[in-house]
Structure formats: C-alpha cells, structure tokens
C-alpha cells in the first residue's frame, strides 16, 4: 500500500509538472461518462457510481496539486501579476474588503509549477480598495510560514486559493492599475466581464433604495453584502432564509419571464430558443453564483439545448449531467456541504417523481 501511494505521488508529480491540470483530467473522465450513457436505470446508475469515483480521484488529485504549490512558494520570495477579479468586503469586519486577484503569471526561482488562474487574496480597507477590473502587481511576496489547515485550507483549495496577503509588510510593493493585460485575448475577455459585472450592478442599484438593493443583489444577482447580514438573520426568524438565497425557483421564474416576452414577439420558435439560451449565458456571466444556481441554470440551458435538438431525455439525465460537469469544473465541490445538499435533495425528489409518474412496466 505504501509502494503504491508513493507511485501514484511520483506520477502526480510527472503530471503537475508537464503543466495538466485538473480541468483537462476532467474532461476525459466527463468524455468517457458521456459515452457510456444510456436511457435505462441500469446505465444510470453506472454513470453516477463512475462519475463519483471520478470526482473523488480528481478531489484528491486536485488536493495534491494544492499542498504541492503551497509547499513550493515556500520556498523563496515570489512575483505575482494579474487582475482584479472581484471585491468583497468582509461580514466580520466591514471596513475591510478582499480583494481576488486572478493570477496569470507567478515568477519564483526554481519553480515549475503553473499558478496561472489561480486567486491571491489581498486584504485592504475598502476605502482603498481597486475597481474590479484592474491591472494588479505584487512584488516580492514574503512566503507563508506555515501551510494552512482544517477548515480554512478547505476553503482555500476549494477557491483555488493559493496565498494571502494581509498587510503591507507582507510584501515590498504593489500596484493596481486600470487597462487590459497584455496577455491573450481569452484573459482580456474574462477581465471584460469581472468589469462588466461590477459596473452593471452598481447602475442598477444605486437607484434603489437601501432596503430595496439588499433584495435585489441578493434575490436577482446573488451578491451578499455585508449590510444584508441584518435582513437575513431577520427572515431566518421566520423560516423564509430560502427566499433569499437564489436558487433553482428564481432561474423558473426568469425563465418563464423571458419565455413570456418572447410569446408576442413574432419569430421563429428556434430562434426564441437561441434567444433565451444567449440570456441566460448573459445572466450568469452578470452575477455571482453559487452550486444550487449554477444546478438550476445548468439544466435551464440543457432543456433549451434539447429543444433545440429536437431530443427527449428525463429530468433525471438532465440533473446527473449538471453534476457531472459542475464537478468536471471543481472537483473539491464533492466534498462541500452545499453541493451534497443541493444535489441529494434534487436527486430525490427527481427519483421520486420519477416512481409516481412512470408506469411499472417502462421502469
């Protein structure tokens, strides 16, 4: 057992440093899940039992990939640029705020490994921090002393995380700027949207009133602020916590809004289909997502898809497909306890709906 776990150490290692990382493993697990698929419960079944397999693989390889990078910006001073992906400010402490830096180049001596799209963490008082959007320098970053643990190491793998910055004695100098990286066209494009996504939410609630933003950002674009703590802890008093949180009836009902609008406009029915696929793309890339949104809208976009196709397929497919590719995205989701709730109570409503409607003999 020890030979054996010290083999499939050395092949990560081989693996990590030819620069594969998890997304491409995903894939070719995702691939042969899909051609494996069927329409009975016997193959059902099967996909599932394999796509958990997959994801506990690709959970722990995805850990070693973590431990092994941390240990290595261990070892020396480190470089870091890139761009200001979001701001969040901080429900303990309000007049700081995060600042998530998406990495795409780290310069370390001696290290192999690629940091790129991975976050930094900067923490700054809001007062100071950058625009979403912004071109960010770090220069000669002090290593951690330690690595992280428990629960706050499950919160950095997950995010992809990979080292924070909490006073400027942490580092010799930095730099936020605005204006685009010079790097590929696929970075600038997701540095448009972090942009973008800012900027839309601000003009549209600074014209509302506070109360009237808090349910807003938190209904329609999923965007917890740190004044919003006060309004939730209220609607928990009631037991209505869950008309807050954003989830797979907001996505019904956004659909069904569009699909309303689109009823009297006179086009055809693909093009409406095509139409609705390209808003909901727009939607998401506009908010902040969670696992129970990211289920619903990924099933959202299924259903058009089949539509489009012309193909029939259960809710069931639908819904182990969702998961299949949530986790082909981030495999640590497997172990977090929003993701296990989202899906096991989707799963059994799903499966039983599924013995109330389909007749004994086609089961």
């Not at 001596?109 to 071109?135: I, R, T």
């Not at 997502?289 to 539509?307: C, K, Q």
């Not at 977090?336 to 096991?344: A, G, K, M, N, P």
Request: one cysteine or more.
């Amino acid at each position: 057992m020890a030979i054996a776990k010290l083999y499939s150490l050395s092949i990560s290692r081989q693996l990590l440093m030819t620069n594969i990382t998890t997304p491409y493993a995903s894939l070719l697990c995702f691939l042969v899940v899909a051609f494996l698929w069927r329409h009975t419960h016997t193959d059902l079944i099967l996909g599932s039992l394999l796509a958990c397999c997959a994801g506990y693989l690709l959970s722990s390889y995805h850990q070693i990939v973590w431990n092994e990078k941390q240990s290595t910006l261990m070892n020396g001073h480190f470089d870091v640029q890139g761009y200001v992906s979001d701001v969040v400010p901080l429900s303990s402490r309000p007049y700081l705020a995060a600042v998530h830096v998406t990495i795409q180049t780290l310069t370390q001596p001696n290290n192999a490994y690629s940091y790129k799209n991975d976050v930094l963490l900067h923490y700054v008082p809001c007062k100071y921090a950058p625009p979403v959007g912004s071109f960010a320098t770090f220069t000669h970053i002090k290593p951690s002393k330690k690595l992280p643990s428990g629960d706050i190491a499950q919160y950095l793998r997950k995010n992809n995380v990979i080292h924070q910055l909490f006073s400027r004695s942490d580092m010799t100098s930095h730099l936020y700027a605005t204006g685009p990286l010079a790097t590929s066209l696929l970075t600038r494009f997701k540095q448009w949207i972090c942009t973008m996504r800012a900027r839309f939410y601000e003009h549209v609630t600074n014209r509302l009133s506070p109360l009237s933003k808090i349910y807003v950002g938190l209904m329609f674009f999923g965007n917890k602020q740190p004044e919003s703590d006060e309004t939730r802890t209220l609607f928990g008093r009631w037991g209505l916590a869950h008309f807050l949180a954003r989830s797979g009836l907001h996505i019904v009902i956004f659909v069904l809004l569009v699909s309303f609008i689109f009823g009297s406009v006179p086009i055809h029915s693909a093009l409406k289909e095509l139409l609705l696929f390209v808003i909901c793309l727009i939607y998401d890339a506009l908010s902040w997502s969670t696992v129970s949104f990211l289920r619903a809208w990924l099933i959202a976009l299924l259903v058009i898809m089949r539509s489009l196709l012309g193909r029939h397929t259960s809710y069931l497919h639908l819904l182990s497909l969702s998961c299949i590719i949530i986790l082909a995205h981030n495999p640590l989701h497997l172990t977090s306890l929003d993701f296990q709730l989202t899906y096991s109570l989707t799963f059994t409503l799903a499966l039983l709906g599924n013995l109330f409607t389909v007749p004994p003999q086609h089961q």
